[in-house]
């Protein structure tokens, strides 16, 4: 079966007309500042603005949680979206009309299918939420009810509740009227057939319809009013092409920006709970539906965040349902935290009853870690019975295996010691039975990839070319060596640090990378990643402008790079070899087709290259704006130069340096002879690329 893609041509039309300002500033209040645009960040909670917009590089940047990213990447970081749905966000908001390509006949009538029940369950909302509030029924049986149970009007409306008539046949009825397809309309849930009659499937229940990350209605939950006897207490959607319920937390949606902004989600079970929460101010809650964690639901979780905390009843049931499945939690990377509510309560009863203030603080106070709870709570059923407690230790052990995760070493550790301590067994005994498990984990992995793994890292260990001695040197070896990028206008002080000068951004010289707040991966990289960093930054602002007659800065950067062999890390490489493809192609590659690929790691690499440490003042931007053409062409071909002239000089130093070892070895004069001759070359080399630099003093 074909998979169906949106069109090349419909994504460049898209991409043709973002305004990353616009989109920003529809969620964040956007000043002006310099060039770029400044607010107060959406992903953390701050006073003081630090999340700037640049208009020119299309990117954004928070100088506090160091969150960064294209207008694609914004909306997929706040809606949550994934890519394809971000394309189509923007294809709506720009009236681009969505071209899809490779379309099977299958796939079609999938996405037919589809759309068909997004329009129905749109209808069967909004005719619901209507009998809620404006027939007399809704208002004398169900609005009632839901305002003894402390529910306001505004925060029904906000999770679109409503109620489905206790006639059996007025919304079928109301459907067919107004030309909805039967078969459609079953499969959808809300409508049932039985002895070829049809009849409202929800009839006489409160509706809480289920939404989807962007906000379309996926399916619905129907609840009994009061106490439920022969009937069940909720009715939900049967499967089909857009509910899976495995794959569902409800609220998610209402939900996803404030579990964003305070980077922890509250897990509860029921509807009622999360909209009850929602009352109290506490947004960042979500429900499961009552049923186990699934693999599904907690991936949607660690979307969000890290942190999850679970709410659940005191009770014997809510026990047992807050342990289902929270081993896949570990394993999903999450902190699980747990919180049962005490005297037979659940959070939408004891949260009216203590109000949010308190409930907020009993949560913090009572929170207990998953592996802790799960310990007392077996310990408690084991007893005084010694072969059940033997259990527990082994079971305990076999949980806390399967945090291991390097990054989870020190909790690992952590659990080991207070787990043994709560066992009372030796600590270095429940040490090496966990590692016990982890061993046993790790045999039963398969060989082959452990083999392919191996090999990966013997290649990653490999150097490249090494000079024999006396032979010539290649100039495509690559030992190591530390030399650091400089733009223009930058010096070599005497003691090895740099020393940046001011330039205009985008003009002379790229600028240096700067080292953000919260931002570990610029942190630590190295003079000469960055120095490869700036070659690619070049070719990205540059690479159409001309360079000698009718050849361009991309034919001669993308010659010279590879001839020689000037670039080590791989993801630049990349980036050059998918420029190299896309120009041979006949294309005109520049920064928008890397930024907003939907490859996201690729996306977001583009992003840290194309940053903007230094915001560019009023004063150079009147500066470019005076320069003549010639002087502005200049300008990218002083880039050019310094660029690949430096890299070659590293690629240089670093083969003298090799050299060098090689003469401290035992060898023939002949050989020696070679070794120095080799030396005074490569000198003679380095002296004429020093000179070609110019603004560059070698110490």
């Known amino acids: 079966m074909q998979v169906k893609v949106i069109s090349q041509h419909t994504i460049q039309q898209i991409l043709s007309r973002i305004d990353i300002v616009e989109i920003v500033g529809s969620y ?5 500042r310099g ?79 589809a759309d068909s029940l997004y329009i129905i369950n749109q209808f069967g909302q909004k005719y619901f939420e209507e009998k809620l509030f404006n027939s007399d029924e809704g208002q004398d049986i169900a609005l009632s009810y839901l305002k003894e149970r402390g529910f306001r009007e505004e925060v029904l409306r906000k999770f679109q ?16 009227n107004a030309q909805y397809n039967i078969e459609l309309l079953v499969k959808s849930g809300l ?20 939404h989807n990350q962007s906000g379309k209605i ?3 939950g129907a609840r009994v009013i009061g106490k439920a006897e022969r009937a069940p207490k909720y009715i939900n959607t049967p499967e089909n092409e857009l509910y899976h319920k495995s794959k569902i937390l409800y609220g998610s949606y209402q939900a996803r920006q404030s579990i964003d902004k305070l980077d922890e989600c509250l897990l509860v079970e029921g509807y009622t709970d999360v909209i009850s929460l929602h009352q109290a101010g506490i947004e960042n809650v979500v429900a499961s539906g009552g049923t186990s964690l699934t693999p599904d639901q907690l991936r949607l979780i660690h979307k969000y965040t890290n942190n999850l905390t679970i709410i659940y009843d005191g009770d014997g049931a809510g026990v047992k349902a807050a342990l289902r499945g929270l081993e896949l939690a570990l394993m999903e990377g999450l902190n699980v935290q747990l919180v049962l509510i005490p005297d037979n309560e659940d959070p939408d009863s004891y949260v009216n009853k203590v109000g949010a203030a308190a409930f907020q603080e009993f949560v913090k106070a009572n929170k207990k870690e998953f592996i802790i709870f799960q310990l007392e ?25 399967k945090l291991n995760k390097a990054e989870d070493f020190t909790k690992q550790q952590d659990y080991i010691r207070r787990c043994s301590e709560l066992l009372r067994v030796e600590e270095d005994g429940f040490n090496n039975l966990v590692n016990k498990f982890i061993r046993d984990k790790v045999t039963k992995e398969n060989q082959q990839q452990q083999k392919q793994q191996a090999q990966q890292q013997q290649g990653n260990r490999s150097t490249g070319n090494k ?16 030399d650091g990028f400089f733009p223009e206008d930058t010096f070599y002080a005497e003691d090895g640090d740099w020393d940046q000068g001011s330039f205009p951004d985008g003009g002379g010289a790229p600028a240096s990378t700067g080292q953000f707040p919260g931002d570990d991966t610029l942190a630590l990289l190295t003079k000469d990643e960055q120095s490869e960093k700036a070659v690619i930054q070049v070719l990205l602002e540059h690479g159409s402008k001309a360079w000698e007659e009718a050849s361009t800065v991309a034919s001669y950067m993308i010659a010279e790079v590879l001839e020689n062999q000037l670039l080590d890390n791989p993801e630049y490489m990349r980036i050059l070899e998918m420029y190299k493809t896309w120009y041979e192609a006949g294309l005109e590659p520049g920064v928008k087709n890397f930024l907003y690929h939907e490859d996201q790691q690729l996306s977001q690499l583009i992003v840290k290259i194309m940053d903007f440490p230094y915001e560019l003042s009023g004063k150079w931007t009147e500066v470019l704006d005076q320069q003549s053409f010639k002087e502005q062409e200049a300008t990218h071909l002083n880039a050019v130069n310094s660029c690949i002239h430096y890299l070659k000089l590293r690629k240089i130093r670093r083969i003298m340096e090799e050299n060098q070892r090689d003469m401290a070895k035992e060898h023939t004069p002949e ?13 003679q080399m380095e002296i004429e690329l020093v000179k070609k630099l110019g603004t560059v003093i070698m110490k």
């Open 377 to 401: 709570v077996m310990l408690k059923d084991a007893g005084n019975d010694t072969n059940k407690k033997a259990a527990v230790v082994n079971q305990m052990a076999e949980t806390i295996s």
């Open 161 to 176: 509740v409503g109620y489905s008539l206790q006639d059996s046949q007025s919304f079928v009825t109301t459907a067919l």
């Open 218 to 220: 996926i399916g619905f």
């Open 467 to 482: 000079g024999a001695a006396g032979q010539p040197h290649n100039f495509n070896a690559a030992p190591t060596g530390e």
């Open 191 to 210: 409508v049932a057939q039985r002895d070829g009659r049809s009849y409202d499937n929800y009839r006489g229940r409160i509706i809480f319809p289920v």
């Open 35 to 113: 060039i770029n645009y400044l607010g107060l960040c959406p992903f953390h909670n701050e006073k003081t603005p630090s999340f700037t917009v640049s208009a020119n590089k299309e990117i954004y940047k928070c100088f506090g949680c160091g969150k960064s990213g294209n207008a694609i990447g914004f909306l997929m970081d706040l809606e949550k979206y994934s890519y394809v749905e971000a394309l189509r966000w923007l294809a709506n908001k720009y009236g681009v009309e969505v071209e899809e390509t490779a379309v099977s006949p299958e796939v079609v009538a999938q996405r037919q299918v």
């Open 28 to 32: 964040v209040k956007l000043k002006k």
């Open 671 to 683: 050989e020696q002879l070679v070794l120095l001759q080799t030396h005074v070359h490569l000198k």
